[in-house]
């Protein structure tokens, strides 16, 4: 279950507070967002974003190293990145920028070094399209920290395996990278919370567990009962690049409302073809509760549009289901899987249509 508030709501410039002075970033909606789990894998997304620390336009990219105007000013950008946490810039403008809805990643301890504003860019794989070069110059940023899987459910899970006595087996949290998809788990060692990977327990997980922009996690949580939790994000108005794989994509669209198949997202702007029969070469989009998968494919309509058909239990790559049901919207938050055929380094989610 995923909730979404949105009551009296109006555009605002958010205030997030950094060294303890108050700064100020692109105009946007502060919104609280319920999440709820069952004890059933379900894929969940989000529909909001941490608020930015700050923004400002790029001067100059010179290597790794980008120069650029942020509001604050008293001291050195860097020395306000809290350690430990994951930090990104995303380009948020103008809306003719070439680099527009792209992301990179920080690096932390560069960044936090220099005694300039300078950020200093890492060589990633959450990067959407590589380090960036002068083309980048003119772009506004917004640099904000990433949403993560032990940064929203870690005290909640630490608390279930200490007091609850449940057992770390019954938590499993499926992430994408942008190349593949890791299954976790959590263990307790010496009362600290740490994660190993599903598969290979003695394969200790380091990194944090980012959740990109516009992807969806598996999570399958607890013996006796689901999780709930409640954050307060800013929503965004700009496209969303999320690159896709040839394999399986878990996603989900990233902004507060239903997303209708075939006019916001799914439809040959997206490069999906659709076919009168379905054919293991296609496309197909799977909904998940528990052990229960729907699986469909796009279907050709006598209108030259697309509409995504659910596709036969048994036979998936060859059969429609009978009698003809589609899917014409995904809730808000809800997540999704998407099998790719080819992959798709340049695909975007795009605000919704009126």
């Known amino acids: 279950m995923k909730l979404f508030f949105s009551l009296s709501l109006v555009p605002l410039a958010l205030t997030t507070f950094f060294l303890g002075t108050p700064l100020r970033s692109q105009a946007q909606e502060a919104v609280p967002y319920l999440v709820g789990t069952g004890t059933q894998l379900e894929l969940v997304g989000f529909p909001v974003h941490s608020p930015a620390l700050d923004a400002g336009t790029v001067s100059s990219v010179g290597g790794t190293l980008v120069g650029w105007s942020p509001s604050f000013t008293d001291r050195p950008f860097g020395s306000g990145l809290r350690r430990g946490q994951e930090y990104y810039a995303e380009v948020v403008g103008p809306a003719t920028h070439p680099w527009l809805g792209h992301r990179f990643e920080l690096d932390e301890t560069a960044t936090s070094a220099r005694s300039d504003h300078g950020l200093a ?12 070069n002068g083309s980048l110059t003119g772009a506004c940023l917004e ?28 938590f499993l949290f499926a992430i994408p990278n942008p190349s593949f998809t890791r299954e976790v788990r959590p263990f307790l060692q010496n009362a600290l919370l740490g994660w190993h990977h599903a598969h290979r327990i003695s394969e200790r997980v380091q990194d944090s567990l980012i959740i990109p922009s516009g992807s969806s996690i598996g999570v399958d949580f607890g ?32 902004y507060p409302r239903d997303m209708r198949l075939g006019l916001d997202w799914g439809s040959v702007r997206e490069g999906f073809r659709a076919q009168v029969a379905p054919s293991p070469e296609q496309d197909r989009l799977e909904i998940i509760q528990g052990t229960r998968k729907l699986s469909y ?28 049901s589609y899917l014409d919207t995904i809730p808000l938050g809800q997540g999704f899987l998407l099998r790719k055929n080819k992959a798709d380094p340049n695909h975007f989610f795009y605000p919704p249509k009126p």
Do not use: M
Request: a positive charge.
């Open 121 to 132: 860019i890492a060589a990633s794989s959450y990067n959407t399209r590589g380090v960036p």
């Open 143 to 170: 640099v904000r920290p990433h949403l993560t899987v032990d940064g929203l459910w870690g005290e909640v899970v630490k608390n279930r395996l200490v007091h609850g006595k449940e057992s770390p087996a019954s």
């Open 223 to 254: 013996e006796v009962r689901g999780s709930s939790f409640g954050i307060t994000g800013n929503t965004r108005t700009w496209p969303t690049a999320a690159p896709l794989s040839a394999s399986v994509n878990l996603l989900c669209y990233p």
């Open 297 to 324: 494919a796009p279907e050709l309509q006598a209108s030259g549009d697309i509409r995504w058909r659910r596709l036969h239990p048994r036979f998936v790559e060859d059969k429609w289901a009978i009698p003809a």
